[in-house]
C-alpha cells in the first residue's frame, strides 16, 4: 500500500485501463508526478475534452467529434458493402489496408457470457434497422455484410447469432479470411494481412 490515499486512487483509476495492471499503473501514477507542472492540468484537461466533444456516430456508431464520423460523410464510399467490426479502433486497421471502401457499422463489443454482455449490450438492433432501412430504399440497400471480428469464440458467437436474424434479409454474408491468425485480436493484425483477409473474404 502507498499510504497516500490522492496516489492510491490515481493508481487504482489507472488500473482499470485495459493492459495495464498494478505494476504499470503505479509506475504511472510517478510518471505523472514527476512530469512537469504543467502536465497534469494538460492531460485532465485532454480527458475532460474527449469526453465532451467525442461522441458515436448515429449512423456507423463510430467516434467523432462531427454529425456524423469521415467514413460516414465520405460520399466516395459504397452503401451496399458494410464491413461489421467490435470496436472503433478496428476501423483503422482495415483502412490502412487500403482493401475496403464500403461503410463500417460499429458493434462495441462482442457477445460474451462469461463477462455478462448479450446481444442488447451491442449494436446489434441498430445494424438490423439500417439493413431493414435499405430494404426500404433501394438506393441504400446494404447487399453484403463483411464480418471483420476476432477469429476466437466471442467473435464466433456473435457472428452466429447475427447471420442467424440476417438470413432472411437477402444480404450475402461474409467473413474476413482466415489470414488473420486465430485466437488472435484484429489490433495486431499488420496491413498486408488484413489487406488479403478482406480480399479474400467467404461466403458464410
Given at each position: 500500500m502507498l499510504n497516500i490515499p490522492a496516489l492510491e486512487k490515481l493508481v487504482f483509476e489507472l488500473g482499470k485501463l485495459p493492459g495495464i495492471g498494478p505494476k504499470t499503473a503505479q509506475r504511472l501514477?510517478?510518471?505523472?508526478?514527476r512530469a512537469r507542472n504543467d502536465y497534469s492540468e494538460n492531460l485532465s484537461e485532454a480527458l475532460l475534452r474527449v469526453k465532451a466533444e467525442v461522441h458515436t456516430c448515429?449512423?456507423?456508431y463510430n467516434f467523432t467529434d462531427r454529425e456524423l464520423c469521415h467514413y460516414?460523410?465520405?460520399v466516395h464510399r459504397s452503401d451496399e458493402i458494410l464491413c461489421l467490426?467490435?470496436?472503433p479502433s478496428d476501423i483503422s486497421r482495415i483502412e490502412a489496408?487500403?482493401?475496403?471502401r464500403g461503410r463500417y457499422h460499429v458493434l462495441h463489443g462482442v457477445i460474451s457470457p462469461l463477462d455478462g454482455i448479450g446481444p442488447q449490450d451491442l449494436k446489434i438492433q441498430e445494424?438490423?434497422?439500417r439493413v431493414e432501412r435499405g430494404l426500404q430504399n433501394e438506393a441504400s440497400r446494404i447487399r453484403e455484410i463483411i464480418f471483420a471480428l476476432d477469429a476466437d469464440l466471442e467473435g464466433d458467437t456473435t457472428i452466429l447469432y447475427i447471420s442467424k436474424l440476417l438470413q432472411d434479409k437477402n444480404v450475402k454474408l461474409t467473413r474476413i479470411a482466415r489470414g488473420v491468425p486465430i485466437g488472435s485480436d484484429i489490433d495486431f493484425v499488420d496491413?498486408?494481412?488484413m489487406e488479403r483477409a478482406i480480399a479474400?473474404?467467404?461466403?458464410l
Amino acid at each position: 500500500m502507498l499510504n497516500i490515499p490522492a496516489l492510491e486512487k490515481l493508481v487504482f483509476e489507472l488500473g482499470k485501463l485495459p493492459g495495464i495492471g498494478p505494476k504499470t499503473a503505479q509506475r504511472l501514477a510517478y510518471h505523472i508526478l514527476r512530469a512537469r507542472n504543467d502536465y497534469s492540468e494538460n492531460l485532465s484537461e485532454a480527458l475532460l475534452r474527449v469526453k465532451a466533444e467525442v461522441h458515436t456516430c448515429p449512423r456507423c456508431y463510430n467516434f467523432t467529434d462531427r454529425e456524423l464520423c469521415h467514413y460516414c460523410r465520405d460520399v466516395h464510399r459504397s452503401d451496399e458493402i458494410l464491413c461489421l467490426v467490435e470496436e472503433p479502433s478496428d476501423i483503422s486497421r482495415i483502412e490502412a489496408s487500403g482493401g475496403f471502401r464500403g461503410r463500417y457499422h460499429v458493434l462495441h463489443g462482442v457477445i460474451s457470457p462469461l463477462d455478462g454482455i448479450g446481444p442488447q449490450d451491442l449494436k446489434i438492433q441498430e445494424l438490423m434497422d439500417r439493413v431493414e432501412r435499405g430494404l426500404q430504399n433501394e438506393a441504400s440497400r446494404i447487399r453484403e455484410i463483411i464480418f471483420a471480428l476476432d477469429a476466437d469464440l466471442e467473435g464466433d458467437t456473435t457472428i452466429l447469432y447475427i447471420s442467424k436474424l440476417l438470413q432472411d434479409k437477402n444480404v450475402k454474408l461474409t467473413r474476413i479470411a482466415r489470414g488473420v491468425p486465430i485466437g488472435s485480436d484484429i489490433d495486431f493484425v499488420d496491413d498486408r494481412t488484413m489487406e488479403r483477409a478482406i480480399a479474400n473474404r467467404v461466403q458464410l
